[in-house]
């Protein structure tokens, strides 16, 4: 049998629609179009698929005499202008789903011709974890991520693929729009996603007031060259579909840069920056924390991202502690101090598949010329492959709320995983992950330079921690300083000074309570992965210690 041509010819007689045909000295001939046909070519049609090849895409061309400009409504709640009649549109639903498509064609005057086609089409394309996380189920509020660096960010939508993926030109600072009643507006906005049967639904709350790109001032009759908050209507509940990104990212070909789904809002809605797009591509989502991109409208030069969380940030009143309260500057030769450090002992994978065994000798631990050195070993102990050092200040110091600091270098290796960490004194009566923990570096030796920030509480943790990133030089040629600010109201991460991951505390986190610190080196596992076949030996050592209240 013959393939069938790869479109499907949908043509349709019109009964003429109007209500006037009389001169009209200003319009002209205010007769309805005429001869209005809507041609509809699902792609990938063929004898084995009918309803096109999975993509969902459809192109559609509208012609009609007399008309001036087209619009289409698609049964799927969404809607599009297309003044030369021509549009490509991707339905999304997944499986095989009919839609009724009704087209208006307008002529001068605004008088008009419509018609209604219906088309079964195909797509194979679904993000199920995406709606999950997007609406719990039912329905979740995102905020912006103020207390972020980067929440706000911009950079160029090109074939670079070292600098497309991220915020390369400019990246707000925490809170940097709360300064401004000419920007401030934009941490007002609430998010708020939901499923409303079966269909992925998007409300914006804006309070009112939105922040403007300044090259879309004019939507508001505003002419100032300056980005600026002003009173919008955001009102009405807009159908999100889901599609498979095809942006410069996805063409990196490089792994974890983006997710690739895009994320399309119906009516003209938007994300909290008014930019001129409804198009989002989802770069990572958790289910509290989300980084989208967008293409600039009118611009495509550039990228716009934006960074949201569940857990509406507050402005922390506490800046720093500067008490000075408990230190280690292993100033003095030998095993650490017994007064401040105890250890973990033993294998068994610590939860996590490590593949060492933490030891308290001073092969794996010990302080020289001014340095603690944790030092993880290609050695046979026990029935373990490695060996390493876990100390811990447990039954010694623990506290509540505080700054710590760690001067440390980090070892060097493929499965080597070095970690500063806090841990919820009751662990033992409150199991993990209901105490708490705190994680201010942790590394993959199999990305060097790559420091992550994370937090472990019910809900989230293991694998769905909420965490950061940030990228550093010389994290195992040079000392680094690793820090965490932990207050009643926000619990910030540092390297260097510089903040890369905040998350707001609240009464029904656990972070409210005594935690103790943790030095190790582990290996392998969920988190360190492959261990270099050829590694031998590495240390992390570590300057000082210091906690601030």
Same mark, same amino acid.
């Given at each position: 049998?013959?393939?069938?041509?790869?479109?499907i010819?949908?043509?349709?007689?019109?009964?003429?629609?109007?209500?006037?045909?009389e001169?009209?000295?200003?319009f002209?001939?205010l007769?309805?179009?005429?001869?209005?046909?809507?041609?509809?070519?699902?792609?990938?049609?063929?004898?084995?698929?009918?309803?096109?090849?999975?993509?969902?895409?459809?192109?559609?061309?509208?012609?009609?005499t007399?008309?001036?400009?087209?619009?289409?409504v698609?049964?799927?709640?969404?809607?599009?202008?297309?003044?030369s009649?021509?549009?490509?549109k991707?339905?999304?639903?997944?499986?095989?789903?009919?839609?009724?498509?009704?087209?208006?064609?307008?002529?001068?005057?605004?008088?008009?011709?419509?018609?209604?086609?219906?088309?079964?089409?195909?797509?194979?394309?679904?993000?199920?974890?995406?709606?999950?996380?997007?609406?719990?189920?039912?329905?979740k509020?995102?905020?912006?991520?103020?207390?972020?660096?980067?929440?706000?960010?911009?950079?160029?939508?090109?074939?670079?693929a070292t600098?497309?993926?991220?915020?390369?030109?400019?990246?707000?600072?925490?809170?940097?729009?709360?300064?401004?009643?000419?920007?401030?507006?934009?941490?007002?906005?609430?998010?708020?996603?939901?499923?409303?049967?079966?269909?992925?639904?998007?409300?914006?709350?804006?309070?009112?007031?939105?922040?403007?790109?300044?090259?879309?001032?004019?939507?508001?009759?505003?002419?100032?060259?300056?980005?600026?908050?002003?009173?919008?209507?955001?009102?009405?509940l807009?159908?999100?579909?889901?599609?498979?990104?095809?942006?410069?990212?996805?063409?990196?070909?490089?792994?974890?840069?983006?997710r690739?789904?895009?994320?399309?809002i119906?009516?003209g809605?938007?994300?909290?920056?008014?930019?001129?797009?409804?198009?989002?591509?989802?770069?990572?989502?958790?289910?509290?924390?989300?980084?989208?991109?967008?293409?600039?409208?009118?611009?495509?030069?550039?990228?716009?991202?934006?960074?949201?969380?569940?857990?509406?940030?507050?402005?922390?009143?506490?800046?720093?502690?500067?008490n000075?309260?408990?230190?280690?500057?292993?100033?003095?030769?030998?095993?650490?101090d017994?007064?401040?450090?105890?250890?973990?002992?033993?294998?068994?994978?610590?939860?996590n598949?490590?593949?060492?065994?933490?030891?308290?000798?001073?092969?794996?631990?010990?302080?020289?010329?001014?340095?603690?050195?944790?030092?993880?070993?290609?050695?046979n102990?026990?029935g373990?492959?490695y060996?390493?050092?876990?100390?811990?200040?447990?039954?010694?110091?623990?506290?509540?709320?505080?700054?710590?600091?760690?001067?440390a270098?980090?070892?060097?290796?493929?499965?080597?995983?070095?970690?500063?960490?806090?841990?919820?004194?009751?662990?033992?009566?409150?199991?993990?992950?209901?105490?708490?923990?705190i994680?201010?570096?942790?590394?993959?030796?199999?990305?060097?330079?790559?420091?992550? %920030? =994370? &937090?472990h509480?019910?809900? #989230? !943790?293991?694998?769905n921690? $909420?965490?950061?990133?940030?990228?550093?030089? @010389?994290?195992?040629?040079?000392?680094?300083?690793?820090?965490?600010?932990?207050?009643?109201?926000?619990?910030?991460?540092?390297?260097?000074?510089?903040?890369?991951?905040?998350?707001?505390?609240? %009464? =029904? &986190?656990?972070?409210?309570? #005594? !935690?103790?610190?943790?030095? $190790?080196?582990?290996?392998?596992?969920?988190? @360190?992965?492959?261990?270099?076949?050829?590694?031998?030996?590495?240390?992390?050592?570590?300057?000082?210690?210091?906690?601030?209240?």
């Amino acid at each position: 049998m013959k393939t069938i041509v790869n479109n499907i010819l949908v043509t349709l007689s019109l009964l003429l629609v109007f209500s006037c045909q009389e001169e009209d000295n200003v319009f002209g001939d205010l007769s309805a179009p005429t001869n209005l046909t809507v041609q509809a070519n699902i792609e990938g049609v063929s004898t084995a698929n009918p309803n096109g090849d999975g993509s969902g895409v459809v192109n559609f061309v509208a012609t009609a005499t007399n008309a001036i400009s087209y619009k289409y409504v698609f049964s799927d709640g969404t809607t599009a202008n297309a003044p030369s009649g021509q549009l490509q549109k991707r339905f999304t639903q997944p499986g095989t789903n009919e839609y009724t498509i009704t087209v208006t064609a307008s002529g001068k005057g605004g008088v008009s011709t419509t018609t209604t086609l219906t088309l079964q089409v195909r797509s194979d394309f679904t993000d199920a974890e995406a709606v999950q996380f997007l609406t719990g189920g039912s329905q979740k509020s995102w905020y912006w991520s103020a207390s972020e660096p980067g929440h706000l960010g911009v950079g160029p939508n090109s074939t670079d693929a070292t600098q497309n993926y991220y915020p390369h030109w400019y990246q707000a600072a925490p809170w940097e729009k709360a300064g401004s009643p000419a920007s401030s507006c934009l941490y007002e906005n609430v998010l708020h996603f939901s499923l409303v049967g079966g269909q992925l639904k998007f409300l914006l709350d804006n309070g009112g007031s939105t922040f403007f790109n300044k090259d879309f001032n004019s939507v508001v009759g505003a002419t100032s060259p300056d980005d600026g908050c002003y009173s919008y209507d955001t009102s009405g509940l807009k159908t999100v579909t889901l599609s498979p990104s095809e942006s410069l990212v996805v063409g990196n070909n490089i792994p974890n840069q983006t997710r690739g789904t895009m994320l399309n809002i119906s009516d003209g809605g938007f994300m909290g920056y008014y930019i001129g797009q409804s198009s989002y591509e989802i770069m990572s989502i958790t289910n509290n924390r989300m980084v989208v991109r967008a293409v600039m409208g009118g611009n495509p030069a550039l990228a716009w991202y934006h960074t949201f969380t569940t857990i509406q940030p507050v402005q922390d009143p506490i800046t720093d502690y500067t008490n000075l309260v408990w230190s280690d500057e292993f100033n003095t030769d030998g095993a650490p101090d017994t007064s401040k450090w105890g250890y973990d002992l033993g294998a068994g994978g610590w939860g996590n598949g490590e593949s060492q065994y933490y030891t308290n000798s001073a092969n794996n631990v010990i302080v020289e010329g001014g340095n603690l050195k944790i030092t993880a070993k290609a050695q046979n102990l026990s029935g373990s492959n490695y060996t390493s050092a876990r100390l811990k200040s447990e039954n010694k110091f623990e506290f509540k709320y505080g700054k710590v600091e760690v001067r440390a270098k980090l070892p060097v290796g493929g499965g080597t995983w070095p970690a500063i960490w806090m841990l919820g004194e009751n662990y033992a009566t409150n199991t993990w992950p209901a105490c708490g923990e705190i994680d201010i570096m942790e590394h993959k030796g199999n990305e060097p330079n790559k420091i992550h %920030g =994370s &937090l472990h509480y019910p809900g #989230n !943790f293991g694998g769905n921690a $909420n965490t950061n990133t940030t990228m550093i030089t @010389g994290a195992s040629t040079q000392f680094h300083v690793y820090k965490a600010v932990w207050s009643p109201n926000s619990i910030k991460i540092y390297v260097d000074n510089v903040l890369f991951h905040t998350v707001a505390n609240s %009464g =029904s &986190l656990p972070f409210n309570a #005594n !935690f103790f610190l943790i030095l $190790n080196v582990a290996m392998g596992g969920n988190f @360190g992965g492959t261990i270099d076949p050829a590694f031998s030996q590495s240390a992390m050592e570590v300057d000082y210690v210091r906690v601030y209240q």
